[in-house]
């Protein structure tokens, strides 16, 4: 078996869920057991955080093994997977104004989730708070999302980060800040580190006559865009065969 993956390790983006998530599925595969996707998200959650023992939540696992763009709501003991359906123009729209950065830096997300973890343990009012915050936040992100109010989506985001901000100290610091509040200036509605926070990539949600100027703005911070889109699929079984016969047609 071959794996790899197309981001680095502490970059923000889910790498090691979602290889979390294949490695489980590959081996279904070859078992010939044929699990659901929220089997497939448990069993990758249990390997990290039971055996791994990494102080991770179980969000990444469920996105890479559902796929698409999806509300996912998590219980003590049950999570559910509601996909979220827009509208084929909204959708384009979306993926056209959330625009990827890579800061030019990975980090170790675990210094920074053991903190959040041990803020809520011992139940800090301002983690518990911003916490809250967040959720709210994301029920309306959700309405937005189902009115195709990509706007207030934007808006949204902002107000997101200034509440993720207050889950624990190494989320954010003065360059980061810095380049945020310069997109900003620049015409972006909100926008976001993604992950744990410290590093890695950061999202924007800009409209599209202000993209040029951010780009342009990044580039000369020393941030490098990352191109990519929405994908609708979960983990896929490929046969090298198939994958080598097609390239050779390309």
């Known amino acids: 078996m071959l794996f790899f993956l197309d981001v680095a390790a502490g970059s ?13 599925n590959v081996i279904n595969y070859l078992q010939k057991e044929k ?24 969000q990444d696992e469920y996105s890479a093994s559902y796929g698409g763009l999806n509300f996912i709501k998590f219980k003590k003991n049950k999570v559910s997977v509601n996909p979220i359906k827009l509208s084929k123009s909204s959708k384009s729209e979306l993926e056209k104004n959330l625009l ?9 997300s675990s210094k920074i989730l053991t903190e959040q973890i041990e803020k809520i343990k011992n139940k800090n009012p301002e983690t518990l708070n911003s916490l809250l915050s967040v959720k709210n936040i994301a029920l309306e992100m959700y309405e937005s999302l189902k009115k195709s109010d990509l706007t207030n989506f934007g ?7 200034i509440a993720k901000k207050q889950f624990s100290s190494g989320i954010t610091n003065e360059k980061i800040d810095k380049i945020y509040n310069k997109s900003l ?14 590093g890695g990539h950061i999202l924007f949600y800009c409209e599209s006559n202000k993209q040029k100027s951010l780009i342009k703005k990044m580039n000369k911070l020393g941030l490098r865009q990352i191109n990519f889109n929405l ?12 994958y080598l016969n097609t390239y050779k047609k390309s």
Do not use: C, M
């Open 12 to 24: 923000g983006l889910g790498g090691s869920s979602s290889l979390a998530v294949n490695l489980v």
């Open 35 to 58: 699990w659901n996707k929220q089997k497939t998200a448990e069993t990758a959650f249990q390997i990290g955080r039971k055996i791994l023992h990494w102080p991770i939540g179980k």
């Open 100 to 108: 990827l950065f890579f800061l030019g830096n990975t980090r170790n």
């Open 155 to 161: 808006n949204l985001l902002h107000k997101g980060w």
């Open 185 to 198: 200036q620049i015409g972006a509605l909100g926008g976001k580190l993604t992950g744990a926070g410290g």
């Open 231 to 242: 994908y609708n699929q979960g983990p896929k079984i490929v046969n090298p065969t198939d």
